[in-house]
């Protein structure tokens, strides 16, 4: 609510009205009381100009003085007979309006000075009430500060504790008593007093400092990881005085994350372990896979020489079964050298072209004895600077899942060129895959088909893309369940 | 002459032999390296067929051995590992030919034919 001043209050029009009223009456009174009022005719004049100075100020105060005046003049005690027979009693005139002239200025005066008063008060009041509002605001501050989870401490540039509250209590073991006006530094350890002047120095030149993780001491002597966001605090000049501090325990997390790195190294560890075993063992593999190679060579060349063609046969079948063998060996071994990022390309000028051709030829007696006969439809060569047998791999790799998930629908190879890219795509009409399949196919041991249906261990897309983006390459896949799947593999190729 | 080939494992070196034996060449097994260097003290074969992993003397002793020997140092050696991948792996075996276990009967008469006449 504000006050109005007197002025304001009353308008100009109701003072002045008052004024006239006033000194009307003040004529007419003296007019009807002119015998008894014959000696001092201006005296209800008078009382009329205080009563209008009173109510209006020192405007309407001068406005009775003039009309009382010149209403004495013409009108007592009557227009015809005026008042003023003498030279005294002109200067008696003179000396009312005079006196009236006076009057009204220090009415004037004293109105200005009532305003001010009021609009001193209403400063007062006014400045009050935001005291009072900012106490509450205080109040409501330190309740929160007093509520949260989180210590927040107050200190000076000295680092003096200035502020303390209940969590700060919880966290640090100390009532606020026993820190208020004592240094902070008694929650340092021995190996992060360097922090406080760190984060001082910080401070004092207006910056903030968050998310400070570091060690505090409790009362108790334990130790606790604490997290620090600290503030300047300054003061109506912006002159930095001190500092708010927040201190968060992050030792549940801190316990967390040191127990998460633990289980990632030994995640990591096992994995390595893992690759250790596959590459040993991969290797192990080897000799006894050579020796049996060439033995099954030997018998098979012996049998023929013999002309024993059901041996012959047996035989064969035994080698494929020794190939598959080191097909696989190799597989596990790719695990390690991928993983261990030792896969060193002999990049050579290769054409994808010749090398589908020999995959396929390679593949094509097991290919026909499913019925997905292999059809390449491919311009011409298409040369890359690529590791031939890697390359070799990665065709091997596609054909054999397009054999093995298509059988009884022919397989058509797609050999091309696009915008600096080699484009290989293997085209099958068998089970398809999921779209939600799409992606995981291409990882680590995964399958989009039940193990009891389908052999294999899993890697062999997960190598082949390896393989590939060795190369700076890619490989997609485009499927649809039950109609077949597009492998696209993209390779950066010589311009032709 | 023979094919000599130092390999620690019994089954492999037999199947080796046999292999070359069946187009014709001659081979001499031994098991590690010193028993190859006791053997070119006496003769000299014209091909080495060298594992790498193997007791006693392994196949970069061995390697390191008839280097400083003139009498044995121009003979070719192909290094047979189931450790190759790339040559570069291997160091400086200054070997006429690398062949990677598991290996095809092709590729290994191939290798040795660079080096063997088959005696019929």
């Known amino acids: 609510m504000t006050r109005q001043s007197p002025d304001r209050a009353r308008p100009a029009w109701l003072r002045y009205g008052f004024a006239g009223a006033a000194a009307a009456a003040s004529l007419l009174a003296t007019r009807a009381f002119y015998p008894v009022l014959q000696a001092t005719p201006f005296l209800l004049g008078f009382v009329a100009l205080l009563g209008a100075g009173w109510f209006g100020g020192g405007g309407p105060s001068f406005a009775v003085t003039l009309l009382v005046a010149a209403g004495t003049l013409f009108l007592i005690p009557s227009p015809h007979a005026p008042v003023i027979t003498s030279a005294e009693a002109f200067i008696r005139l003179l000396l009312f309006v005079g006196a009236g002239g006076l009057a009204s200025l220090l009415q004037r005066r004293l109105w200005a000075s009532r305003r001010e008063l009021l609009i001193a008060l209403e400063e007062s009041r006014r400045s009050r009430q935001v005291a009072e509002d900012a106490m509450i605001e205080l109040a409501r501050l330190a309740a929160i500060v007093e509520s949260s989870d989180d210590a927040i401490v107050g200190k000076n540039l000295e680092g003096i504790v200035t502020a303390w509250n209940a969590a700060a209590e919880r966290l640090f073991g100390y009532k606020a008593e026993e820190m208020i006006g004592h240094p902070i530094s008694r929650l340092m350890t021995e190996g992060h007093k360097n922090d406080m002047r760190q984060i001082l120095t910080r401070i004092s030149r207006g910056e903030r400092v968050e998310h400070f993780e570091t060690i505090r001491l409790r009362k108790d002597g334990s130790e606790v990881a604490v997290s620090l966001s600290v503030s300047p605090v300054k003061d109506p000049s912006g002159r930095v005085v001190g500092a708010a501090k927040i201190a968060r325990d992050v030792s549940e997390r801190k316990g967390l994350e040191a127990e998460r790195e633990r289980l990632l190294r030994e995640a990591q560890r096992a994995i390595e372990v893992r690759d250790a075993f596959l590459s040993v063992a991969g290797h192990e593999f080897r000799t006894p896979l050579a020796a049996l190679s060439l033995m099954f060579h030997n018998w098979g060349l012996r049998a023929r020489t013999e002309g024993d063609p059901k041996t012959v046969e047996r035989i064969d079948k035994a080698r494929q079964q020794v190939e598959r063998l080191a097909r696989l060996t190799e597989d596990l071994l790719d695990i390690g050298r991928i993983s261990a990022g030792r896969l060193d390309l002999r990049r050579e000028p290769t054409d994808l072209t010749a090398v589908v051709r020999e995959a396929a030829e390679r593949m094509e007696e097991s290919a026909t004895r499913s019925g997905s006969p292999v059809e390449i439809d491919a311009p011409g060569p298409v040369v890359g600077e690529w590791d031939r047998s890697r390359l070799d791999q990665v065709v091997t790799n596609l054909l054999t899942n397009a054999v093995k998930f298509g059988p009884g629908r022919p397989i058509l190879v797609r050999v091309g060129r696009e915008n600096g890219f080699a484009e290989l795509s293997v085209i099958d009409g068998g089970i398809g895959i999921a779209p939600a399949d799409q992606e995981r196919i291409f990882e680590r041991f995964e399958r989009a088909v039940s193990e009891r249906s389908y052999a294999g261990i899993g890697l062999g897309l997960w190598i082949t893309r390896q393989l590939v983006n060795a190369h700076g390459g890619s490989i997609s896949v485009e499927s649809e369940p039950g109609r077949g799947s597009n492998f696209l593999v993209r390779l950066p190729a010589e311009a032709s | ?120």
Request: net charge negative; hydrophobic share 50%.
């Open chain 2, 1 to 120: 002459m023979e094919v000599l080939i130092v390999d620690d494992d019994a089954a492999m070196r037999e199947a080796l032999c046999e292999t070359l034996e069946l187009q014709g060449h001659r081979c001499v097994t031994v098991s590690n390296g010193r028993e190859a260097l006791n053997f070119l003290r006496e003769s000299k074969p014209c091909v080495i067929l060298l594992d790498l992993m193997m007791p006693f003397m392994n196949g970069w002793e061995f390697r390191a051995a008839p280097l400083k020997d003139p009498r044995v140092a121009g003979i070719p050696v192909l290094v047979i590992s189931a450790h190759l991948r790339a040559e570069k792996d291997e160091g400086d075996l200054a070997a006429a030919g690398y062949l990677s276990k598991p290996l095809s009967a092709e590729r290994l008469l191939e290798a040795v034919a660079e080096w063997c006449t088959p005696a019929a």
